[in-house]
């Protein structure tokens, strides 16, 4: 129901990232194993959570579904990508690049609510420590997933749609190495500047109202770390937030200049950069960032591989 038979009937061609390197091979080597480190850093992360009691904490709970998002995050471009590449072909039909447009949208629209809540989390944690198992319960922590999922999934029903039932009378080369919104509206030969204005607003409420979330929790976060008296407890404050603002600024960066700035900052090759960083990297960097930097997590590393439980 997405596509129109004009759209149905033919596919589009991904330019992708190895026509822009010089060394094609070593590019797609490289983006191989950043997946499997993503895919398996994930995973780990996961099971941990899942396995050790220790990490059964509203904290944890919200991390289990980030990985979980970037888990599928990236098997949503990087698999297609690989295997046109292996195949030596740059073709993905219709429905596989709206398949891949909804996915995508719904998951980076879930991930910006998400770090909002486990912003909202760290606030109550740290602000109202007696009243924190009350205020953020099991019940309270799976609404919250829940409304980030639902949220996301609405993003990717308005715009999924709308974008792929546009005629596309121009070329069907993308300049991406995957079904982004933004690169396929550029292919419609049809005046698409009102559902640009639309997809704008869309990602002004969906990035204004999670870092109006963020913001205030960090904002109230400081004025009670200000008045503690323990510097130990100010360390501990900071360190367990230190890890959330990192994703942070890594996720909505590269998603302001995305969906937000005009077109004529954009070209495709920067484009391409930027989608590189926060669709392949991203995934990758946020388990180190969490289990690394996290004392929790690598005690219950250590703790699954004495017991040999770490699956293969």
Excluded at 60 to 78: A, K
Excluded at 80 to 103: D, P, W, Y
């Amino acid at each position: 129901m997405w596509l129109s038979n004009q759209t149905l009937g033919s596919d589009f061609f991904l330019l992708g990232l190895f026509s822009q390197s010089p060394h094609p091979d070593i590019l797609f080597f490289i983006i191989f194993v950043i997946f499997l480190m993503a895919v398996s850093g994930n995973i780990i992360l996961i099971l941990l959570i899942h396995i050790d009691s220790c990490l059964h904490t509203p904290m944890y709970f919200f991390i289990n579904q980030l990985s979980l998002m970037d888990l599928t995050y990236i098997s949503v471009t990087v698999p297609k990508m690989l295997v046109n590449k292996l195949a030596e072909v740059r073709t993905i039909s219709a429905v596989g690049c709206g398949t891949q447009m909804f996915f995508y949208l719904l998951l980076g629209g879930s991930e910006y609510c998400l770090l909002a809540a486990m912003a909202y989390d760290r606030y109550v944690a740290i602000c109202h420590p007696l009243r924190y198992s009350v205020l953020m319960n099991h019940r309270v922590c799976v609404l919250l997933a829940s409304g980030c999922w639902f949220v996301g999934s609405m993003d990717g029903f308005l715009l999924t749609p709308v974008t792929m039932t546009f005629p596309f009378c121009r070329s069907k080369e993308i300049h991406h190495f995957f079904c982004e919104a933004p690169a396929v509206t550029k292919l419609s030969c049809s005046d698409t500047s009102l559902y640009e204005i639309f997809m704008y607003l869309c990602c002004i409420i969906m990035l204004f109202i999670p870092m109006s979330v963020i913001s205030a929790s960090y904002y109230f976060i400081i004025l009670t770390v200000h008045r503690m008296n323990s510097a130990e407890g100010r360390k501990k404050a900071f360190a367990t937030c230190s890890s959330h603002i990192t994703v942070v600024i890594l996720f909505y960066g590269a998603a302001v200049y995305t969906y937000m700035l005009p077109r004529s900052y954009h070209t495709p090759e920067k484009d391409m950069v930027v989608s590189f960083f926060y669709t392949i990297l991203t995934p990758v960097l946020n388990p180190v960032i969490y289990s690394l930097r996290n004392k929790d997590v690598t005690g219950a590393l250590k703790k699954m591989l004495r017991a040999g439980k770490v699956p293969y």
